[in-house]
């Protein structure tokens, strides 16, 4: 026994290269995982992640970690499911432990029109392939008997379940990514912000960075909600509006809900951690800011909604909050595309539930990257579709309502 | 939570107020003849800067009025509040505390509003 000493780096930290062929803007899962696919589908090598701060500390180490592909529409639904496809296998391909655990994820009806919204989606999901079922309020009560169905002021009247979903460690997505990309010869420089996305005529330079200046033949900018702030530097304007969504953790207590549930009419979603604290989502603010932080009359909104429906978690004590910097997207869908500035591509607009789209959406941006063109998955999700208006609109599907 | 001072009824909750979205956006002349490309911006694209922010708020469980306000978006501090009809303050009478364009304010997220 070493008393936790002498432990090796999990990846190199090399200073930044004049020249890469290609930089990632953003060190999160999807950037990460970007770069992994990017050297390991594509045979890339000449590559950087270039992050801000430190890798995963953004969105990607501070969602509620909840995954599922039970989308409305035939886009959406197989983008997530792709996804889903990856995390099923991701901790053997990265020999890494991702922990993921398909322990379920139930959506609440609290309303007629719940029902009616959720029901077709079952179907909808069903038509695509994904598992998906109707719960009834006696089924909710069997898997969840903590849950209060009956005896509050939006009962709960049915639910979807997702057996294949679940939930996964944030921070291993991150350096298991790493790691392995790191060992196919790809750059992470952490500490290292993009200030400026330079272009010349119509084309990608490169990046000016807190150190230096790097030049590369293609850019992809992964920066959540950054991204829009980063894409102006370049000439370019995203429809993103970036917003504090919040999560809060309670005290840890014993194995008490072994599911994950979600109620987006409410507005409270959660599910238990494996050190046993309670990981509840709570909703973004009502206008734009960067404070990574949120008000706290959201945080009030959905605590209530949480004791409401759990009433045996009334005198839990809540051990901390935080949020991140989401981007939000006006119909609630991703963009992975390329755009008018050669070379330059962007992932981004995930909004409020980017973390269980990690592996895919990395995928099929490596792919975009590589190949200068949309994969079949992501072609629905380009730039182009705010003009032709050819939108996605999955604000049912998306937990939280914005 | 903000304390927004509302023109009319003075300083409340945030919560007694939804926010509009960036102030003076103007609809695009002859939309007839624009492309969709335009149009789509018009319709889908707003300013989202960190740092200085023209927004535009209603006091919804108050007075019901709108008006509009200069409010710095890394801290949240709001800088001046004008009524609708009134001019846009100009960019430079604000001080902008992000350096670069996805850099942090100095103190950290929130701290000028809680130090003030």
């Known amino acids: ?402 | 939570m903000l304390i927004i001072d509302c023109p009319y009824c003075g300083p409340r909750d945030q919560s007694e107020f939804s926010n509009g979205g960036e102030a003076h956006v103007k609809r695009p002349d002859g939309s007839a003849d624009i492309g969709d490309r335009e149009w789509g911006e018009y319709v889908f694209i707003r300013a989202n800067p960190k740092g200085i922010f023209y927004e535009r708020w209603v006091h919804s469980h108050g007075c019901r009025k709108w008006f509009n306000c200069v409010r710095d978006t890394s801290t949240d501090e709001i800088l001046k509040i004008y009524k609708i009809d009134e001019e846009r303050p100009k960019l430079d009478s604000f001080k902008n505390n992000v350096k670069t364009p996805s850099g942090e304010p100095n103190l950290g997220s929130g701290n000028f509003t809680v130090k003030k």
């Open chain 1, 1 to 402: 026994m070493k008393g936790h000493k002498d432990w090796p780096k999990m990846w190199r930290s090399p200073e930044p290269r004049e020249f890469y062929d290609i930089v990632i803007i953003g060190g999160g899962g999807h950037g990460l995982g970007t770069a992994y696919y990017l050297a390991k589908e594509h045979g890339l090598k000449n590559i950087a992640v270039i992050e801000k701060g430190w890798l995963g500390g953004g969105n990607t180490g501070r969602n509620t970690t909840i995954i599922r592909s039970n989308y409305l529409w035939d886009d959406s639904a197989h983008l997530y499911e792709h996804s889903l496809k990856l995390w099923e296998k991701l901790s053997t391909e990265l020999n890494y432990n991702v922990m993921f655990s398909q322990r379920g994820v139930m959506n609440l009806a609290h309303n007629e029109h719940d029902i009616k919204e959720i029901k077709r989606r079952v179907s909808a999901n069903n038509l695509n392939g994904i598992d998906s079922l109707w719960l009834s309020k006696e089924e909710i009560q069997k898997k969840v008997p903590i849950m209060n169905t009956d005896n509050l002021r939006y009962p709960v009247l049915g639910a979807s379940y997702q057996p294949r979903g679940g939930t996964a460690r944030h921070d291993a997505v991150a350096w298991g990514f790493a790691m392995r990309a790191d060992e196919m010869g790809v750059d992470i420089i952490q500490n290292c912000e993009a200030h400026q996305i330079k272009t010349k005529n119509g084309k990608i330079e490169g990046v000016e960075t807190s150190k230096g200046f790097i030049r590369a033949n293609k850019v992809g900018v992964v920066a959540s909600g950054h991204t829009g702030v980063l894409a102006e530097t370049a000439g370019i304007r995203l429809p993103l509006q970036s917003k504090p969504l919040q999560a809060l953790v309670s005290e840890p207590i014993k194995p008490i809900i072994d599911t994950v549930v979600m109620s987006s009419a409410v507005h409270a979603y959660v599910s238990q951690s494996d050190k046993g604290e309670l990981v509840i989502g709570a909703g973004t603010d009502g206008y734009n800011s960067f404070t990574q932080r949120g008000g706290f009359n959201i945080i009030e909104e959905t605590v209530r909604a949480m004791v409401e429906l759990y009433p045996v978690f009334g005198k839990m004590k809540m051990l901390r909050q935080w949020g991140g910097i989401v981007d939000i997207c006006p119909d609630a869908s991703p963009i992975i595309s390329k755009c008018d500035v050669g070379g330059l591509f962007f992932n981004c607009g995930w909004g409020t539930g980017g973390f269980k789209a990690t592996p895919g959406s990395a995928n099929v941006f490596a792919h975009t990257i590589a190949k200068n063109e949309a994969h079949q998955i992501n072609s629905a999700f380009n730039l182009d579709r705010f003009a032709s208006g050819k939108l996605v609109d999955e604000h049912g599907a998306a937990a939280v309502a914005h």
